[in-house]
């Protein structure tokens, strides 16, 4: 069945259409795409900030993130991004007194997270850090990282267990 012309009351959304042509300013690209996460578990000493080494890819078709050497995402296409980083830390002691997360673009800090559990019972044992953001990139010199700072009273780890740092661009 040919459509040449839809008029909206007569329109059964039920029915199935065979298009033969071409449609346009539908879709979109929402590519470079990547997905990292951890291959072991990240120990550093108390009251520090370190950078998390997502050390390995779930997915990178574009070969955006660096899983080797800083730990970034440099995309190559300008454009908006969301992106999402988590990172699940722990103390052997169970004495996370407080945690923050930076998401970090050339070095500084564009969005953070804070968790103090001084004042819950026992203090926390683990807990998860997420950063959900979108980001204006410029496709060649701009880059994230994400830090995290740990005060605590034993080995303080982020742990390859919900730990991840995804992102796509986003159709505009």
Partial sequence: MAITKIQSESL?????FAFTGTITGAGGNMKPVFGAKMSSNQSWGDATTAKVQ???EDFDNDGVFDSTTNYRFTPNVAGKYFITVSAKVF???GRIY???????????TIKETYKDLRLSAGFGYFDVLEINHIVDMNGSTDYLEYYV???????LSVTTSSSFFQGYKIIE
Wanted: no cysteine; glycine share 10%.
């Fill in 12 to 16: 059964n959304l039920a029915d199935d």
């Fill in 54 to 56: 997502f050390n390995a």
């Fill in 91 to 93: 103390d052997t002691n």
């Fill in 98 to 108: 407080h945690a923050e997360a930076y998401l970090r673009k050339n070095g500084s």
């Fill in 149 to 155: 700072y740990l005060d605590g009273s034993g080995t």
